[in-house]
């Protein structure tokens, strides 16, 4: 009689592997500054409703002089109404990683299970899941996001879903051609032998092999959603109601804030999307190390 699975054997090596994943990780600096980047301006956006008073995004309630450079009372200037620019930054962070995590979060479902099916199904379902995935490579993502929120109502979810179901092709080219290669190996083989059903080798063996290149893929992602989002709010596409680092920029455009001069208007948004995204990369990057032994030489 063969002897039953050891738990704490598997559970042993699970560790063993995100303890050297984590080791692989620290070695690469880029990664680390952007992690903990990404951890402060998490950090700070959940903590606003705490720290801060909402009451300051009011336009009825604020008396601050409209487009005053920074000074001791408003560390980074006011905005046309008299607001803080750091509040509108600090808040405004919130939204832009709400819709970049959703989106990004929409587009790996998506991608993930396009990929999934094409990969393991083939024949006419994968000839007509790649056909539906190249038409919308076809089409220029940016283009296709802004035709879809000109048709819907505006909103949050408007543009989460705008995003989500544009930027997904990139994920399932990469899940379908894992998965190909992960069902090649002997211990699928071994379960479809056993009677192991769609549901059991996709759910049990396919899928835990191909998360981790999904997760990785994520962080860029939300790089991309991001983008995506600044520059819908920028062009008047957003939820108007909502404060975002894209929307701040349209409005520092449309009060005329760029001809008066007020770079404090513009400095903390545009800066705040830069690090941001440039910090979402990195941590892919460093993931994309952890899951590719052959880049840890080249990344240095």
């Not at 009677?195 to 290149?213: D, F, I, M, T």
Request: hydrophobic letters at 50%; a positive charge.
């Amino acid at each position: 009689m063969s002897a039953p699975p050891n738990p704490t054997g598997v559970t042993g090596r699970r560790v063993a592997a995100l303890a050297e994943g984590w080791r692989v990780y620290r070695a690469d600096r880029g990664g680390l500054f952007g992690l903990a980047v990404l951890l402060l301006v998490v950090g700070l956006a959940l903590l606003a409703p705490v720290l801060t008073r909402s009451e300051g995004l009011d336009v009825t309630r604020v008396r601050g002089e409209p487009l005053r450079p920074p000074s001791a009372t408003n560390w980074l200037g006011t905005d046309e109404s008299g607001r803080s620019v750091l509040l509108l930054t600090w808040w405004g962070a919130r939204m832009s990683l709400l819709v970049g995590l959703s989106a990004a979060a929409l587009s790996m479902v998506i991608g993930t299970v396009v990929g999934l099916l094409a990969a393991h199904f083939g024949g006419w379902v994968a000839t007509l899941l790649l056909r539906v995935t190249d038409f919308f490579l076809v089409l220029p993502a940016l283009v296709l996001a802004i035709a879809l929120s000109t048709v819907l109502s505006r909103g949050v979810f408007t543009i989460v879903l705008a995003i989500g179901v544009t930027s997904w092709p990139q994920t399932a080219r990469l899940v379908r051609a894992q998965t190909l290669t992960v069902e090649t190996r002997p211990y699928i083989e071994r379960a479809r032998a056993l009677g192991g059903g769609h549901r059991h080798l996709l759910g049990k063996h396919v899928l835990p092999a191909v998360l981790p290149l999904v997760f990785a893929t994520t962080t860029l992602t939300v790089a991309s959603a991001i983008i995506a989002e600044s520059t819908l709010s920028f062009l008047g596409l957003g939820d108007p109601s909502m404060i975002s680092w894209g929307s701040m920029l349209k409005s520092a455009m449309d009060t005329g804030a760029v001809t008066a001069g007020a770079w404090w208007y513009l400095l903390p948004p545009g800066l705040g999307i830069a690090i941001v995204v440039l910090s979402f990369t990195l941590c892919g990057r460093a993931l994309e190390t952890v899951l590719n032994p052959r880049l840890r030489g080249t990344r240095r």
